[in-house]
């Protein structure tokens, strides 16, 4: 009795000590993660701290970059292959012919690359080459229109010897092509300016015979009346011959200082010089529409290159 008792009691104690290491061990376990969840927090807070410095320092960053430099809205660079490419496709882009056709041409033996008659299919141009049709060199360069809200303060030139802002500084990483403003506008005179290097076009919009529209806002320096309008529509006369409006509106109402003028004429300064010959000072001059195109969602300072359906509609006019 006595020794089933003491088994008993043996048996009860080996039960208990189990029990107690047990416990003992989930308790060294839920110390062990929470030490564990405290290094794995401490070593996150000095991640969260770096990244949200990180972005302090992006944005004060961007605070300062020169509008000039930043990606354009709605101005996706164009991606250029300076590879060689097919004959075919290189007559195509000049303008000579479609593919198909210049497969003919090239099969007749009348094109020639640096010198040497070509009448191999699928053979390659390379950017150097010197390609001829018929005798006669030709340019594959790939046409570009790009239009620009320009802002004050630059002048419409390729170059400055004085080292002034210019237009061109604007539109630079445009396109690889070599692009010229169509028309000009002064260095106070904000709004549309188009730029391309396709010369046709660019004789077009500029010739009085095809008379291209613009549409200007005109802030002047004191209120303007009714007589004073009736003389810029029925034409003002200057010392390069008659200035004539085709319309003029009061664009604010109660402000009659704010006006709409449109016009074709694109002689050098020939809003302020218009309003300079019947008294009144232009204080503010915008170009709010050029050939039919506006700036709309196009901010100050920022270029877009035209749509396809754009580029057809000022060829079609």
């Known amino acids: 009795m006595l020794e089933m008792n003491t088994r008993s009691k043996r048996n009860e104690g080996g039960r208990g000590a189990a029990r107690s290491n047990k416990s003992q061990g989930s308790a060294l376990r839920g110390k062990k993660s929470q030490s564990k969840g405290k290094s794995q ?14 972005e302090k320092v992006i944005k004060q960053k961007g605070k300062y970059v020169d509008f000039k430099d930043r990606q354009r809205k709605g101005d996706p660079l164009p991606s250029f292959n300076d590879d060689a490419i097919r004959l075919n496709k290189y007559l195509s882009n000049a303008g000579v012919c479609s593919r198909r056709e210049a497969d003919v041409l ?17 053979f390659k141009v390379a950017p150097t080459d010197v390609v001829k049709y018929d005798g006669e060199s030709i340019n ?9 809200n320009k802002p004050k303060g630059f ?10 802002k210019t237009v061109m500084g604007l539109v630079k990483k445009a396109c690889k092509e070599r692009i010229y403003p169509v028309g000009r506008l002064d260095k ?9 290097n396709d010369g046709d076009l660019a004789k077009k919009l500029t010739h009085p015979k095809h008379r291209a529209s ?10 303007i009346g009714s007589d004073d309008i009736a003389k810029l529509l029925k034409g003002v006369q200057m010392e390069d011959g008659t200035s004539k409006f085709d319309k003029v509106e009061y664009v604010e109402d109660g402000d009659s200082r704010v006006l709409g ?4 004429s694109g002689k050098n300064q020939i809003v302020r010089r218009t309003f300079s010959a019947i008294g009144f000072t232009v204080t503010k001059l915008d170009r709010m529409m050029f050939a039919g195109l506006t700036k709309k969602d196009l901010p100050r300072g920022y270029y877009r290159h035209l749509t396809e359906n754009e580029i057809a509609f000022l060829k079609m006019k």
């Not at 002048?155 to 002034?164: L, Q, S």
């Not at 106070?188 to 391309?196: P, Q």
């Not at 613009?214 to 209120?223: A, D, H, I, S």
Request: proline share 3%; hydrophobic share 35%.
């Open 261 to 264: 003028v449109e016009l074709h």
């Open 214 to 223: 613009k549409l200007y806002l005109v802030e002047l320096n004191r209120k």
């Open 188 to 196: 106070e005179t904000t709004g549309l300016m188009l730029f391309t």
């Open 41 to 54: 927090s401490k070593e996150r807070g000095p991640s969260k701290d770096k990244s949200s410095s990180k």
């Open 140 to 148: 594959a360069e790939t046409k570009r229109y790009v239009l620009l």
């Open 155 to 164: 002048i419409t030139t390729m170059a400055d010897p004085m080292g002034r």
């Open 106 to 122: 090239i099969q007749t033996g009348v094109v020639t690359v640096n010198g040497k008659i070509i009448t191999e299919m699928g």
